[in-house]
């Protein structure tokens, strides 16, 4: 009985929720799936800026890109913000601090919204040309060209247009919903235009990310080539 009733310390779980290289608790844990060692996300990725290995265990993670051999374990940082306590609370405030303090005071709302959803801004959309400030740089970054598919409306006309820019290059976790929103804005289109998104010819839907996109129908479909090209274009109704 009395063993039952034992209290646990939060000390007593902190080898599993501490990071091996900041020895902090571990913020947006993100875990190495060739090895299932779990770091901080902005540490590992800051790793691997110098490293290909796992730090924790020293195995290649990937010859040329191991960014892409990460994924962030949303249930762990859960029960990490369930058990120490005022954690999520600190790590809320600090971002916002952030935001607050490197939002570009030139380019207003827009330029800061932009980089919040992890897409470059107006000024910056070339691949490899992004702004100075973005709040996703600790995040795996992929390259992607958006192209624009000729079909016309009912009317015979076209109704979207090519980007002036189509290479850009913004966070994996960035979402098809987001990429429309993008779009919509660099186009100057109406609120209630609807537009597809499409990989190799395939409508994607709008919760999938960038990085799932890549691993699911661009990659596995044999495409060896960079960036990877989404296409839009005006919603076709079947109705």
Not at 21 to 46: A, D, W
Not at 50 to 56: A, I, L, R, Y
Not at 206 to 231: A, S
Request: net charge negative; with cysteine.
């Amino acid at each position: 009985m009395a063993a039952a009733g034992r209290k646990h310390l939060v000390r007593d779980f902190n080898h599993f929720i501490t990071c091996y290289l900041c020895r902090g608790y571990l913020i947006k844990p993100t875990t190495v799936t060739e090895c299932l060692h779990t770091f901080c996300k902005s540490c590992i990725v800051q790793h691997f800026e110098e490293s290909n290995d796992c730090p924790k265990c020293g195995i290649q993670v990937h010859e040329t890109n191991p960014l892409e051999m990460l994924r962030l374990d949303n249930t762990l940082e859960e029960i990490i913000f369930k058990l120490v306590p005022g954690l999520r609370e600190r790590e809320e405030k600090q971002e916002l601090d952030f935001w607050r303090k490197n939002q570009p005071k030139e380019n207003g709302q827009e330029s800061l919204r932009f980089q919040r959803l992890g897409l470059p801004d107006g000024g910056g959309d070339e691949a490899d040309g992004g702004g100075d400030e973005d709040y996703h740089r600790s995040d795996p970054q992929i390259a992607i060209c958006l192209d624009c598919l000729r079909n016309t409306g009912q009317t015979g006309e076209s109704t979207v247009t090519d980007l002036m820019k189509r290479f850009i290059r913004c966070s994996s976790r960035v979402t098809v919903g987001t990429i429309k929103k993008f779009l919509s804005l660099k186009l100057k289109l109406p609120s209630s235009y609807e537009l597809d998104v499409l990989c190799n010819g395939e409508i994607m839907g709008r919760d999938h990310t960038l990085e799932f996109i890549y691993m699911t129908r661009w990659r596995l479909h044999g495409e060896n080539t960079y960036p990877m090209v989404l296409e839009y274009r005006p919603r076709i109704d079947f109705g």
